[in-house]
């Protein structure tokens, strides 16, 4: 009899909470893939970023993009020689330009992530890769011309599980 009622009590779920409004996911869901689906709306340029790194960036990271914390620098990076971490940089490893954007809209500023506007997170990315010198002083970066930069490393990774792409 105690069995029947924990299971008829169990049919029904512990009845907690409320179902999510797909609405509230979508806030959440910020995913932006490497062929650039998920890119919001928005754009920035270098001159943009310059003005936004040096307000809201140079305190972990200084004027020349040295991490203050010892992680690799966000400019230049000569040939990986090694698999230490402080060898890979963006210029140097990072495959997608779309990451970039992707990681600084998630995690930055490291005090308050999610804290930049989508234009702001634009202008950064592209400050970022002009002073890496992989796109011009005067692009700009926006859904549609940020998946078209093509970083040096984007065929230095094996897919392992190709057959799942």
Not at 31 to 52: C, F, H, K, W
Not at 88 to 108: Q, V
Request: with cysteine; net charge neutral.
């Amino acid at each position: 009899m105690v069995a029947l009622s924990i299971s008829i009590a169990f049919a029904d779920g512990p009845n907690l909470g409320t179902p999510i409004d797909p609405a509230d996911v979508a806030a959440w869901d910020i995913g932006v893939m490497t062929d650039g689906s998920g890119l919001p709306a928005g754009s920035g340029t270098s001159a943009q970023g310059e003005r936004i790194y040096a307000e809201k960036c140079v305190a972990c990271h200084d004027k020349d993009g040295k991490n203050k914390f010892g992680f690799s620098p966000l400019f230049g990076g000569g040939k990986i020689t090694d698999i230490s971490a402080g060898m890979k940089t963006i210029a140097n490893f990072w495959p997608y330009s779309t990451t970039l954007f992707d990681f600084i809209r998630r995690g930055m500023p490291w005090r308050q992530p999610r804290s930049l506007t989508d234009d702001e997170v634009y202008a950064l990315t592209a400050f970022i890769l002009a002073k890496n010198k992989l796109i011009g002083e005067t692009d700009t970066m926006n859904p549609e011309t940020l998946p078209k930069v093509r970083m040096p490393n984007r065929g230095g990774f094996i897919i392992r599980f190709p057959d799942r792409i």
